[in-house]
C-alpha cells in the first residue's frame, strides 16, 4: 500500500517563506513522478509543480515560477516545495501526488496524501 504523507505547512507573512513535504512509503520514489497540487476554499484544485523519477525533469505552474522550486530526495523517499515570496494568493491547502510520469492534471496521480494548509497572511 502507497500512503503519502505531508507536513511543514502552516501561517507565514507575505514575502516569507516555507517548505512542505511530502514523506511516501510502500513504494521507491525514483519511479514515481511526484506532484504538489493546491486548493484554496471555493475553487478547484490547481497544478502547482512536479519533479520526475530520477529528479532530472521539473515543470512549474506559471503563477509559481520563480518562486517556488520542487526536489526530491530518493533515498529519503521524500519529495519537497521550497515556496519563496509567498503571497496571500497562495494560500491552500497544498496536496502531495504521484505518478508514473510527469503530468499536470491531477487525474493523471495515482498517489494522493491528505494534504497539509498553508496560509499567507498580508
Known amino acids: 500500500q502507497v500512503r503519502l504523507v505531508e507536513s511543514g505547512g502552516g501561517l507565514v507573512q507575505t514575502g516569507g517563506s516555507l517548505r512542505v513535504s511530502c514523506t511516501v512509503s510502500g513504494r521507491s520514489t525514483i519511479s514515481l513522478a511526484m506532484g504538489w497540487f493546491r486548493q484554496a476554499p471555493g475553487k478547484e484544485r490547481e497544478f502547482v509543480a512536479v519533479?520526475?523519477?530520477?529528479?532530472?525533469?521539473?515543470n512549474y505552474a506559471d503563477s509559481v515560477k520563480g518562486r517556488f522550486t520542487i526536489s526530491k530526495d530518493n533515498a529519503k523517499n521524500a519529495a519537497y516545495l521550497q515556496m519563496n515570496s509567498l503571497k496571500p494568493e497562495d494560500t491552500a491547502v497544498y496536496y502531495c501526488a504521484a505518478g508514473p510520469r510527469i503530468a499536470t492534471t491531477h487525474s493523471d496521480y495515482d498517489y494522493w496524501g491528505q494534504g497539509t494548509q498553508v496560509t499567507v497572511s498580508s
Open positions: 519533479v520526475s523519477g530520477v529528479g532530472r525533469i521539473t
